[in-house]
């Protein structure tokens, strides 16, 4: 419907290889929450952002991007996703995009301290034949974009060796 170019089975490329953190901003979307105040952020979002930036820019094959989808629409959206390897984000609802990524990719979910959350993205994942895995995050930035880089960089070094 939306023009997507989506081929099943189609290979991860490793020259080019899209790793795409969804952020979070502050915008109002339920009736219940009328100060728009999202509170699964990340307290230093840019600094990590900066930080993964840096690190990811030593690797030429790895294509680092990142944005927020509040005020992009559907299509804007699923074109971003439907081309995403390795999908970052924090714990919450825009990581049910991982449905429409293609096979044989990775999704990363970010969880906030003090860590406790259901199971369903990895469920999500696993049913779109998804990688899944997660990783706790702490309020110091160096920590969290070390862990986020380290994960990355595995899944990296196991499907482009």
């Given at each position: 419907?939306?023009?997507?170019?989506?081929?099943?089975?189609?290979?991860?490329?490793?020259?080019?290889?899209?790793?795409?953190?969804?952020?979070?901003?502050?915008?109002?979307?339920?009736?219940?929450?009328?100060?728009?105040?999202?509170?699964?952020?990340?307290?230093?979002?840019?600094?990590?952002?900066?930080?993964?930036?840096?690190?990811?820019?030593?690797?030429?094959?790895?294509?680092?991007?990142?944005?927020?989808?509040?005020?992009?629409?559907?299509?804007?959206?699923?074109?971003?996703?439907?081309?995403?390897?390795?999908?970052?984000?924090?714990?919450?609802?825009?990581?049910?995009?991982?449905?429409?990524?293609?096979?044989?990719?990775?999704?990363?979910?970010?969880?906030?301290?003090?860590?406790?959350?259901?199971?369903?993205?990895?469920?999500?994942?696993?049913?779109?034949?998804?990688?899944?895995?997660?990783?706790?995050?702490?309020?110091?930035?160096?920590?969290?974009?070390?862990?986020?880089?380290?994960?990355v960089m595995e899944k990296v070094s196991q499907v482009c060796p």
């Open positions: 419907q939306f023009n997507i170019s989506y081929k099943e089975n189609e290979q991860v490329n490793c020259q080019a290889l899209n790793v795409f953190f969804l952020v979070r901003h502050n915008y109002v979307a339920h009736p219940r929450n009328p100060s728009g105040k999202i509170t699964r952020q990340l307290t230093n979002e840019q600094q990590i952002l900066d930080d993964l930036k840096i690190k990811f820019s030593k690797y030429r094959g790895v294509n680092f991007s990142f944005n927020h989808f509040e005020e992009s629409s559907i299509e804007q959206q699923l074109n971003v996703i439907s081309q995403t390897d390795i999908f970052i984000g924090v714990h919450g609802a825009g990581l049910t995009h991982v449905l429409f990524m293609k096979p044989n990719r990775c999704l990363i979910e970010l969880i906030p301290a003090p860590g406790s959350i259901g199971v369903h993205y990895e469920l999500m994942a696993l049913l779109n034949g998804i990688e899944y895995r997660n990783r706790l995050i702490s309020d110091r930035s160096l920590e969290t974009s070390q862990a986020i880089f380290e994960c």
